[in-house]
């Protein structure tokens, strides 16, 4: 497939191939109840359950490892604030309507990775970590994990490695450091030198290719898979990282009802969630489906440089298409989202579950990201910072606009509605860098 191709089967992706900012919705979303059931078959209540349920387990060994997570009980979370200030510098400076309350979702500032990379990528460490454990009749799930703190001599045995274009190694990284595994991430050509440094601080070993992540993550898994001992943590497919993410949805609506929001056909909620393969905004979407079903409307934003899962859902050629095909270089400053390729399994069980998907250009991410510093002082990176093209988007573009009408959400809803951007990193930024993020597209 080429450009003219991929037009040519759907004009809707003209605008994507131009690289604009464009809103894409998607017309294979199905109500809940119709998808729900072969949708279990991949992923259950009762594996977000369970993943919860371990998560909580870890709790004694992760407060006790990083005594950051003290005031949580050993919890990884994160808060959820309203942004008032920048819901309406958003809509004076860029002359939008948004409808309802915006809020955050600060996973900018999840303890230990600084990046939403703390649910997924340190749930599958976790997992991994249990199972080893358990299997060597070391540990039983009714012990108390604080004691997987003393045996590092057992875990040093084992090798994690991961591709990355810089906050999922982080994650993984750190959190394998803590647990007592050698750990290799395999980082692209993107990553940021000030990832690399800090990882290599924690003992990590970093091995670079002046590739993409694509090659990244295939060089790791192949180096990986030639040593019995270690485990890939696979960002294209796998199930546990996705598993990690979709806890937040629990957490996250317990979080709604402290604030005294109510989620129904009235009250709708959207969130916007930036997408590098999709693992993260897929997982977090997903758990949120489960729980509100077509009450929630779940869209992904992406680089207008790199709309890779975009492209994945909409053509329906998941993994195997690439942002390459449709003639673009994927070169965006959103390290982040920087994934020329979409997630095999997000692309294929998001299908039915997203509404859409926004792009958002180079420059903005520095706007938004000046804007939030300058209203509510609050900084997160320029990946976390495309989530603010969704509530801009949503009532800017005619398709999104048509999807409000076929779904329901009149005026009326949609100024009863709660619309989340999804802060997906920033935390562990250095101040320079923040200086120079300041003075970016200026
Ligand atoms: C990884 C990442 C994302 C997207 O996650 P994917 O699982 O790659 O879709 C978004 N924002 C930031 C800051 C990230 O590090």
Same mark, same amino acid.
């Given at each position: 497939m080429n450009r003219d191709a991929l037009i040519a089967a759907d004009p809707a992706l003209r605008a994507v !191939?131009?690289?604009?900012?464009?809103?894409?919705? /998607?017309?294979?979303?199905?109500?809940?109840? @119709?998808?729900?059931?072969?949708?279990?078959?991949?992923?259950?209540? #009762?594996?977000?359950?369970? #993943? !919860?349920?371990?998560?909580?387990?870890?709790?004694?060994?992760?407060?006790?490892?990083?005594?950051e997570t003290e005031e949580t009980n050993g919890l990884i979370e994160s808060p959820l604030r309203p942004i008032p200030k920048m819901q309406q510098r958003l809509a004076a400076e860029y002359h939008a309507v948004i409808p309802g309350r915006l809020l955050l979702k600060m996973d900018?500032?999840?303890?230990?990775a600084g990046s939403v990379k703390a649910r997924g990528g340190i749930y599958e460490v976790l997992k991994h970590a249990e199972d080893l454990a358990i299997g060597a009749g070391l540990l039983t &799930?009714?012990?108390?994990?604080? $004691?997987?703190?003393?045996?590092?001599?057992?875990?040093?045995?084992?090798?994690?490695?991961?591709?990355?274009?810089?906050?999922?190694? @982080?994650? &993984?990284?750190? @959190?394998?450091?803590?647990?007592g595994f050698r750990v290799r991430v395999h980082m692209s050509a993107d990553a940021k030198?000030?990832? $690399? /440094?800090?990882?290599?601080?924690?003992?990590?070993?970093? &091995?670079?290719? !002046?590739?993409?992540?694509?090659?990244?993550?295939?060089?790791g898994r192949?180096?990986?898979?030639?040593?019995?001992?270690?485990?890939?943590?696979?960002?294209? $497919?796998?199930?546990?990282?996705?598993?990690?993410?979709?806890?937040?949805?629990?957490?996250?609506?317990?979080?709604? #009802?402290?604030?005294?929001?109510?989620?129904?056909?009235?009250?709708?909620?959207?969130?916007? &969630?930036?997408?590098?393969v999709g693992g993260a905004p897929g997982g977090v979407s997903y758990g949120l489906r489960r729980l509100y079903h077509d009450n929630v409307h779940c869209f992904f934003v992406e680089p207008a440089q790199c709309p890779s899962v975009l492209l994945g859902v909409a053509t329906q050629r998941y993994e195997q298409v690439s942002v390459h095909d449709i003639g673009?270089?994927? $070169?965006t400053d959103a390290d982040g989202l920087a994934c020329a390729s979409p997630s095999s399994l997000v692309t294929r069980i998001m299908t039915n579950h997203m509404a859409g998907v926004f792009t958002v250009s180079e420059a903005h991410l520095y706007d938004y990201l000046r804007d939030l510093n300058a209203s509510e002082g609050i900084r997160i990176e320029p990946s976390s910072c495309a989530s603010f093209a969704g509530p801009?988007?949503?009532?800017?573009?005619?398709?999104?606009?048509?999807?409000?009408?076929?779904h329901g959400l009149t005026p009326e809803r949609l100024g009863?509605?709660?619309?989340?951007?999804?802060?997906?990193?920033?935390r562990l930024v250095p101040e320079e860098i923040w200086t120079e993020y300041l003075a970016t597209y200026r």
């Open positions: !191939a131009d690289a604009e900012e464009t809103a894409w919705i /998607n017309p294979r979303l199905l109500p809940f109840d @119709m998808v729900d059931g072969l949708s279990q078959l991949v992923v259950s209540d #009762a594996d977000i359950a369970d #993943a !919860a349920a371990r998560l909580q387990r870890f709790a004694p060994f992760i407060r006790r490892a990083f005594p900018s500032h999840l303890a230990i &799930i009714d012990d108390d994990y604080g $004691k997987l703190a003393d045996m590092r001599d057992f875990f040093a045995r084992y090798t994690m490695q991961v591709g990355s274009t810089g906050n999922l190694g @982080m994650s &993984i990284g750190i @959190m394998s450091a803590a647990i030198a000030w990832k $690399k /440094n800090l990882l290599r601080s924690h003992g990590v070993e970093v &091995i670079e290719y !002046a590739d993409d992540y694509s090659r990244a993550v295939a060089e192949r180096a990986s898979d030639a040593d019995p001992m270690s485990h890939f943590v696979d960002d294209e $497919k796998s199930v546990d990282l996705f598993l990690g993410y979709a806890v937040a949805a629990e957490r996250l609506a317990a979080q709604l #009802a402290d604030l005294n929001i109510t989620v129904d056909s009235e009250h709708p909620l959207i969130v916007y &969630i930036p997408a590098g673009i270089a994927g $070169k801009l988007g949503l009532l800017r573009f005619p398709d999104a606009r048509a999807y409000c009408a076929v009863h509605a709660t619309q989340i951007a999804w802060a997906t990193g920033g």
